[in-house]
C-alpha cells in the first residue's frame, strides 16, 4: 500500500479502483493514508488536463489539507479554502497557506485560478448551483474546474449511514445511533443534500461559461464515462460524479 500511496496508478483501472476502495473502508482507523491516496490520484487526474508547474490552484473544501499539499508537491501554488476550522484544524495546526472561508463567497477577485478543485463537498452544501458558480468566477478564462460529489442514490450517499438511507434517512439514523451509540456526523437538510447525477448534468450543459472536458465516475474501473449517460442506472452505478470543466474564454468578454 506504500507504494500505491507514493505513486498514481493507471486510470482507470481495476488495481487503481481496488487500491481506492480499500482505502476508503479504512478511511476511519487510517484516515492519513486514504486521503493521502486520494489525492495522489485526484491531482493526476487533474494534471492529465493542464500543467501544474507554477500554477494556481483554490482548494475549496479541502478540509485538512491533504490535496493542496500534493498539488504542492507537484509545483503548484496551492490554497486551501475551508469554512470549517475543526475540519482545518483535523492533522493539527491549519496548513500554511489556509484561509477559513464558506465556498459561497470566496474572498477572491475574479479569474484569479488556473485550477478551481473541490472533492466531495457539493453534496454538503443546500445550494450547489451557487457553489459551482463561484468556482467558476474565481478561475480564469480557459481554466480548469474540478468538481466530484457522492450522489444520494450511491450506495455511499448516506455516508456513514449507507446504505441503509435507501430506506429513508431519519431510519438510517436511527440504526446508526443503536449500532454505534453515537449520533452520525451528517444530518440530511443540515449538512448533507440529496443530490443527483442527471439534474447536475443537466445544469452544466446549460451553461454558458464552461464546457465539459469530462464527465465520469471517478472511481469506477471499466470505460468510466460510459455509465454517466444512462439515464436510471447512472444515479445507482456511478457511486461519485466526476465533472472536470473548462471555463469559456467567451465568459471574460461577458464579465
Known sequence: MAELVRRPLRDPSLRRSLA?????????????????????????????????????????????????EEFRRQGAHGFLFEPDLRELSSRGRPPEGSVVADGYLLPLPDGVADVCFSSNVLEHVADPETFLSEMVRVTRPDGLIYLSFTNWLSPWGGHETAPWHYF?????????????????????????????????LRHVRGREDVGIVSARSRYWPFFPGAITRVPGLREIATWNLLLILRKSRSSEARS
Not at 169 to 196: C, D, I, Q, S, W
Open 20 to 68: 481506492l476502495f480499500r482505502a476508503f473502508m479504512r478511511e476511519q482507523s487510517d484516515p492519513d493514508r486514504c486521503y493521502t491516496l486520494l489525492a495522489r490520484d485526484a491531482v493526476a487526474q487533474v494534471a492529465r488536463h493542464t500543467e501544474l508547474d507554477g500554477r494556481i490552484v483554490l482548494d475549496v473544501g479541502g478540509a485538512g489539507g491533504h490535496f493542496t
Open 168 to 200: 429513508g434517512a431519519h431510519r438510517a439514523r436511527k440504526r446508526y445511533r443503536r449500532r454505534t451509540g453515537r449520533e452520525a456526523k451528517h444530518t440530511v437538510g443540515e449538512n448533507l443534500f440529496p443530490l443527483h447525477i442527471g439534474p447536475t
